[in-house]
């Protein structure tokens, strides 16, 4: 199984922004799928994450209104909507997927089982 994250780039602050995560080898309903970011010199914090088989999903306070996720089974895909985007989301974007017997604890922590490369999301002032 894989998890590849893209759509990053380069957007004014105020812009939207919509990333696109490659779920491949795994079955969307079995899996809490999450994103996470990096700032430079700062920790990784988890950003969303969606259950397309209960359709809960979680926000990080500071996105909450301005970010929507998604799933799109037939696809095999998850979508991050970032609108309003501020400077401070400025980060490489990573999504990453969990057994969902696993529990959401494992994406409170940030212990998800499959890895994507890091997408690049820069927000200019």
């Known amino acids: 199984g894989a998890a590849a994250g893209v759509g990053g780039g380069l957007v004014q602050a105020g812009g939207s922004l919509r990333l696109s995560c490659v779920v491949s080898?795994?079955?969307?309903?079995?899996?809490?799928i999450g994103w996470f970011r990096q700032a430079t010199g700062k920790e990784r914090e988890g950003v969303s994450c969606?259950?397309?088989?209960?359709?809960?999903?979680v926000y990080e306070d500071s996105v909450k209104g301005r970010f929507t996720i998604s799933s799109d089974n037939a696809k095999n895909m998850v979508y991050l909507h970032m609108n309003s985007l501020k400077p401070e989301d400025t980060a490489v974007y990573y999504c990453?997927?969990?057994?969902?017997?696993?529990?959401?604890?494992?994406?409170?922590?940030?212990?998800?089982?499959?890895w994507g490369k890091g997408t690049l999301v820069t927000v200019s002032s």
């Open positions: 990453a997927a969990v057994p969902l017997d696993r529990g959401w604890g494992a994406f409170i922590k940030g212990s998800m089982e499959y």
């Open positions: 080898g795994l079955t969307l309903d079995d899996y809490i």
């Open positions: 969606i259950s397309s088989s209960t359709s809960r999903t």
